[in-house]
């Protein structure tokens, strides 16, 4: 089955500054690779997506980077704010079945 | 429009005792998703609903987890003789065929003492 890794686990950032969260898959067909925003006490929000056909995607400060020969994708969030702070979890599945997450990245920016 | 909506929003039951926890997916969905997330966890997959049918049950951890969803629509998630390990956040998400979105709903929270 497949199985998703996800770093850091914790990750502090200055206010304004760039944070980048990376996550490496086993299986190849996975073709669908979602990013989720948890704040405590919430439910799992997404927040951007990309899939197998694409290199990569932006949207406004959020941008995913996707390498499928080397099976891995990054979470960019540029000019960060303090409502950025949260769990960030990444995912990944084929076509439209069941998600596999990665265990998850604690970002907090430091005002 | 509305979103993924659960029901109860946190459960307490004693050891032993049998559970059942709704979900109501967005409207017109027809893709439903079971997951359970433990504390410091991300969401593990559970069960998969294609209409009525379950697509992919190969989550349910045991016999005491079933999981129906008659009409195609509202799903209940059933758990029998519940265990103290049982306890976790059953989060409910759901997707329009042909997309692959999933959008979760905000979780029962199962306590089992």
């Known amino acids: ?111 | 429009g509305a979103g993924v909506s659960q029901t109860p929003s946190n459960k307490v039951t004693e050891k032993g005792k049998y559970v059942e926890l709704r979900c109501d997916p967005i409207s017109g969905h027809t893709a439903l998703y079971w997951y359970r997330q433990s504390l410091g966890q991300g969401p593990e997959f559970l069960i998969y609903f294609q209409g009525t049918g379950a697509a992919d049950d190969s989550g349910l951890p045991n016999d005491r987890f079933f999981a129906v969803r008659p009409e195609g629509s509202v799903s209940t998630l059933k758990i029998q003789r519940t265990e103290r390990g049982d306890s976790a956040v059953y989060l409910c998400a759901s997707s329009f065929t042909g997309t692959d979105e999933q959008y979760f709903g905000p979780g029962t929270r199962l306590t089992v003492t």
Do not use: M
């Open chain 1, 1 to 111: 089955g497949e199985n998703v890794e996800q770093h850091p686990s914790t990750l502090s950032v200055q206010e304004g500054d760039s944070a980048v969260i990376k996550c490496t898959y086993s299986d190849s067909a996975s073709n669908y690779f979602p990013w989720y925003k948890q704040e405590l006490g919430k439910r799992p929000q997404l927040i951007i997506d990309i899939r197998s056909n694409v290199g990569e995607k932006k949207d406004q400060r959020i941008a995913v980077t996707l390498n499928k020969t080397a099976k891995h994708f990054s979470l960019h969030i540029t000019e960060t704010q303090p409502e950025d702070s949260a769990v960030y979890f990444c995912a990944a599945c084929f076509g439209n079945e069941k998600l596999t997450f990665g265990t998850g990245t604690r970002l907090t920016i430091i005002p």
